[in-house]
């Protein structure tokens, strides 16, 4: 384990079609961790391969099943690995995005309050990205609004999927939202169930999607998405579930 990496968190990297970015996103979080699952939701470039070669221990879904599936699927790697290594605490899940590259390091900013015991949750807020063109931040505020008058927080990122939580709160989230839905939904339920969320400031930095037909394509499934989760929260009640 290298210096400054710990053995009480692992770092879940869900992927699809990051070849060319994944093996210097898992240099990076090696440092955090050495407990680094990659899962490759569908891959069809070999990143997969790239990961593994990169020291990750990879698990891949043979169709693409979404974010949420491959979120849930490494956090049960997780488990396996607790439960091998007897381990009376399980570790906590810092879930990264598979671009960031050597900016991932910076992830481990989010996992000092989880282990603190101030927060069950933590929410990576990224500095303004490098970018050609940029969204319209039309689905941001869509999540953002959503989140304030289902719970009364006020989210700087309710998209960002850079997040660090203890395996309760994650068990307590379960099951996750469909698709691009869940960040916003993973937050609403939270809060919802008194747990302790915190924004932490990260210097991060990924790919950007731009404004060609194909990224509007991407953002309309993402409003579509967090639309669709909001409003199943909106006509249904909180579900309580023991997260202690």
Known sequence: MSASSSADVAVVVPAKNERDRIAATVAAVQTISDVVIVVDDGSTDGTARTAREAGALVVVHTNNRGKGAAMTTG????????????????????????????????????????????????????????????????????????????????????????????RAAFTAAQPLAHGWGVETAMLVDLLRLGLRVQEVEVDLHHRVTGRDLRAQIHRLRQYTDVAAALAVRRVAPAHRRSVR
């Open 75 to 166: 956090a049960g790697v997780v488990a396996g690995l607790d439960a091998r290594d007897g381990l009376s605490t399980p570790r906590h899940l810092l879930f990264l995005d598979a671009d960031l590259e050597e900016t991932a390091k910076e992830g481990a900013a989010l996992v000092g309050p989880v282990r603190a015991g101030a927060a069950d949750m933590t929410i990576g807020v990224l500095p303004p990205q490098k970018r050609q063109g940029g969204g319209f931040g039309f689905v941001v505020r869509l999540s953002r609004n959503g989140v304030r008058r289902l719970t009364g927080f006020d989210a700087t990122q309710p998209l960002s999927g850079q997040r660090c939580l203890t």
